[in-house]
């Protein structure tokens, strides 16, 4: 099939801001955690990995989708198996039934083993499939957008934090590195096999050593110009911080409460929309103090409105569809019967298959000179 | 443009300042070469310019520093980043982020450069230090020059009137030190930056610089031409050495200057006959090693390529070669703690019985062959001195204070009771070593011991492993210094990608070589003169 020639927007290949994938990414989650109906699931877990399947970069981060795929079966698989031990009659189509562990009196109400029913099973699948569905969905965007790229475009409020955990990053491999010079070179002195000296032995060098390290970094990022505030008073960094904090906080709570329809609906979207502002105000406010530029910004563009709008829009459909007719969302089991497939609930899925179109191709690295 | 007026400092808790009462002016785009021994405080000069002594180590400075008229007192470190680029000994160290193009940045990203501005000096970075086809590689990935040629590539951004660089090439082998300082050579010649750079291998840098910052060591700092200050200074490369031993004024500075005086010097040694191999007292009868096709790999890198090599009883051999070329792989798989894919490795002790040190015990194996590794400090653990040489005598079961004997010997008169973090490079690596000589090893190997090793200090180990050898030991050091070399191996090896591809008497392999000729065997060519010893030695008769 030849290529359609694709609008200006979305034909150069360029890396699309982080940010978008990860609210497309929420978004689909969102419209997952809204329903137990395993077809609309099935759905969008096909999307999100079709979106992956054509968007994701060769780096070594991208490679963990089929990871998180595994760990959804794995929860589904768990969900099952402790339904089926704990409390397998839910209905009446008993499919067959385990030993039961007789219980003192005390603990009446609880069972464990017994009758099995058709029904226990399909709905431990449900929710297994749902938990395991929003997974997934946050799995591509850790997937779909560099961590460290997402890291470098935090807000100026929370960059010292960025950046404590971009060295933290590179910490670790060196870490390990000298831990494992260490430990070679105990050999030399010939005492390998006494355990109760490993830890002096190993982890006093290798702390050391780090030390050494930070300090040097210290002093290295220190006369490189790290930390200038010029002159901002102490007290007017305090009360930025408090806002960002404390906005973060509501956008949390907030956010909880939309997710969770049995929390009254104050905790939902007003709290998140009071958040937003707060931690907006926040972040205004620290930008205007800390005098840093970034080198090579991502851009928000017409792609990046694209995907993140098609992430919001599968959400938002799914809300109107939840309200509108709820039994299709959450099918029934009692009677037992074939899920339905509402037809505004699936095209809603369908439009989060947007940005494997939508989103601009990846750049190829371009092999300069040797690679070691 | 840097100015120190009657700069006192002295360090908390120390007895007596670090520098006294120094006055001095560097010009600028001058090219300053800062030297002395260890410990003289070379560092502390050079933090002071840009105020991380005392803003970020502690301490109490009398005086001012002023730095294009601004004054350190008011100044930290950070606010002078766009005056002041600071480059240290290890650049991985320094990274903060990881990537080339990111780090290049990291500093104007600070300084609040506008972002099409930052593109464009990114851009021009790149092209003036040579590295723009590493651009999107990971800093950990390259090669211990480029990271350091990214590390200056890192503070040049901020474009800084000044460049400090402490020991920059310290840490590489020759090519790559040769790469760093042919960069830092182009940014003083096209740009005019202003250089205040440390360095131990006067050699490399003496001919290039305009000044010569001389601490004798007793908190004083002496300005001057390094004519001038090489007719007294303590330390010296061997091309002033040798100009001092002929009696040249004034004193040559490069190989260049000294080989266009040399003519009377090499018609008074012709007479001489060169100086014969020092030692093949060793005959294979008297091998202690025997290695044979050696292999070690790392997945699909093959790290020694089936190497065969012995080492006799009472000869050093000094092993040399790139960074990456094997040769701490072949130790390690000498010693017997390495991985050793195949090959055969025999040590002989005593009564001609050989073993293979792998198949040992750690124990018994050190007591074959001992290894001084790169990082001698891995080695240590405890909070003194007194306590490792305790440790030391009971992991190799012998008697009490034989450690601290050797420690004694080595290097005398060492605090037994500071903490061996606090020894200087040269120190930490005796205690290593006499650590190592406790267990009393037929073989001995040591894993680039000069770094960061002053002309004293490697002529106090020359003198160590010439003893070493003499009591009957096999001694093998791997180095980058070729003066080192000269001074102290019978035998050189050359490793390349995992290969020997030399292997011979010191002076057959060393003198003809562009890359490994010592300064005096290039003066004296075709003569084959290794050292300012052997040539002092020769004419002492005639005197």
Known sequence: MPEIRRPEWNRLPRDLHPGAWWIWALGMATAASRTTNPLLLVIVIAVVGLVVSSRRSDDPWARGFKMYLMFGLVIIAGRIAFRMLLDGQYGEHVLFTLPELPLPDAAAGIRIGGPVSLEGILAALYDGLRLATLLICLGSANVLANPKRMLRSVPSALYEIGSAVTVALSVAPQLIESAGRVTKARRLRGDVGRRTRWFSQVIVPVMTDALDRSLLLAAAMDSRGYGRTSGVARSSRRVTAVLVIGGLLGICAGTYGLL??????????????????????????????????????????????VVAGSGVATAAVMFVSSTVNPGVLNPSLQPLSWPPLPLMATVGVLIGAVPAWAAPVRPKPRVQGAPR | MIEFRDVTLTYPEAAKPTLTGVNLEIEEGEL?????????????????????????TGGHLRGAVLVDGRSTADHPPRELAEVVGVVGQDPLAGFVTDTVEEELAYAMEQLAVPSDVMRKRVEETLDLLGIAELRSRSLRSLSGGQQQRVAIGSVLTAHPRILVLDEPTSALDPTAAEEVLGAIMRLVHDLGVTVVIAE??????????????????????????PTEVMEFSEVAPPVVQLGRLAGWSPLPLSVRDARRRASELREALEGHPAPAPSTPNGTSSDAALHAEGVLVTYGDVVAVRKVDLDLFAGSIVAMMGRNGSGKSSLMWALQGSGKRDSGTIRVFSGQ??????????????????GLVPQTPGDLLYLSTVAAECTQADVDAGAEAGECDRLLERLVPGIDREIHPRDLSEGQRLALVLAIQLTASPAVILLDEPTRGLDYGAKTNLAKILGELAASGRAVMVSTHDVEFVATCADRVVVMAQGEVVANGPTAEVVVASPAFAPQVAKILYPSEWLNVAQVAHALEPTR
Request: charged share 20%.
């Open chain 2, 32 to 56: 300053c070469l800062v030297a002395g021994r260890t410990g003289v405080g070379k560092s502390t000069l050079l933090g002071c310019i840009n105020g991380l002594v005392p803003h970020f």
């Open chain 2, 352 to 369: 001609g019985v050989a073993e293979d040190p792998a198949k040992l015990s750690s124990r018994e194996a050190r007591q074959r062959v």
């Open chain 2, 200 to 225: 131990h291998r006067l050699e490399r840098v003496l001919q290039y610089a305009d000044r010569v910052l001389y601490l004798p060591g007793d908190g004083s700092v002496i300005s001057g031409t």
């Open chain 1, 260 to 305: 969770d329809s049995s929390t009254p609906w104050l905790i939902g979207m007003p709290m998140l929309v009071v958040g937003l502002t707060v931690s907006v105000i926040g972040f205004i406010a620290s930008g205007q103090r800390v005098p840093r530029t970034r080198y090579r910004p991502d851009t928000w563009n017409l792609a990046e409105f």
